[in-house]
């Protein structure tokens, strides 16, 4: 969250996904619009806890929806609070939805290789592994990198996308 401003103005990014509970105003801090942002409203839990919002299957549809509207015109920042958990999960997620014939595993390493820190939320990871049929492999693609080394919060990086087909 920390280097959000800084990110999007060193990638010229003009789409943000922010996934987090009660998320700041973004946009009017990042002056785009607020059609440019997606505000995923989920704490990083994976399993319910009173006063927080578990993530359910809607949040990946509305992940899934954004992220394949992307014109890929620029890149595509995908924030929380540390940058560790949820936001790691959406990328993976998201490659994984538009590199739909790319195998899981190798997106989970290029993922592990982009952020040592990842861990990604396995609550998110699951749900979309299920939507997109992938019969459990993004869910062991994920458990295969493991946990991230500790930090307070992760370094941007970058996670590339092959070119559309067709």
């Given at each position: 969250?920390?280097?959000?401003?800084?990110?999007?103005?060193?990638?010229?990014?003009?789409?943000?996904?922010?996934?987090?509970?009660?998320?700041?105003?973004?946009?009017?801090?990042?002056?785009?619009?607020?059609?440019?942002?997606?505000?995923?409203?989920?704490?990083?839990?994976?399993?319910?806890?009173?006063?927080?919002?578990?993530?359910?299957?809607?949040?990946?549809?509305?992940?899934?929806?954004?992220?394949?509207?992307?014109?890929?015109?620029?890149?595509?920042?995908?924030?929380?609070?540390?940058?560790?958990?949820?936001?790691t999960a959406a990328a993976y997620i998201a490659a994984c939805d538009l590199d739909?014939?790319?195998?899981?595993?190798?997106?989970?390493?290029?993922?592990?290789?982009?952020?040592?820190?990842?861990?990604?939320?396995?609550?998110?990871?699951?749900?979309?592994?299920?939507?997109?049929?992938?019969?459990?492999?993004?869910?062991?693609?994920?458990?295969?990198?493991?946990?991230?080394?500790?930090?307070?919060?992760?370094?941007?990086?970058?996670?590339?996308?092959?070119?559309?087909?067709?």
């Amino acid at each position: 969250m920390s280097l959000l401003g800084e990110t999007v103005r060193i990638t010229g990014a003009r789409d943000v996904v922010t996934l987090m509970m009660r998320a700041p105003d973004i946009p009017n801090a990042l002056s785009f619009g607020a059609e440019r942002q997606l505000v995923v409203d989920i704490a990083d839990i994976v399993e319910p806890l009173e006063g927080y919002v578990l993530a359910e299957a809607m949040h990946i549809e509305e992940l899934l929806g954004f992220t394949r509207a992307w014109s890929r015109g620029a890149p595509l920042i995908m924030h929380c609070f540390a940058g560790i958990s949820r936001s790691t999960a959406a990328a993976y997620i998201a490659a994984c939805d538009l590199d739909a014939d790319r195998n899981e595993d190798e997106i989970a390493q290029e993922l592990r290789r982009a952020s040592p820190t990842a861990t990604p939320n396995r609550r998110l990871i699951a749900l979309a592994d299920d939507i997109l049929g992938r019969r459990g492999r993004m869910v062991d693609a994920v458990r295969t990198i493991g946990r991230g080394e500790d930090a307070f919060e992760a370094h941007p990086f970058s996670l590339w996308l092959n070119e559309r087909q067709g």
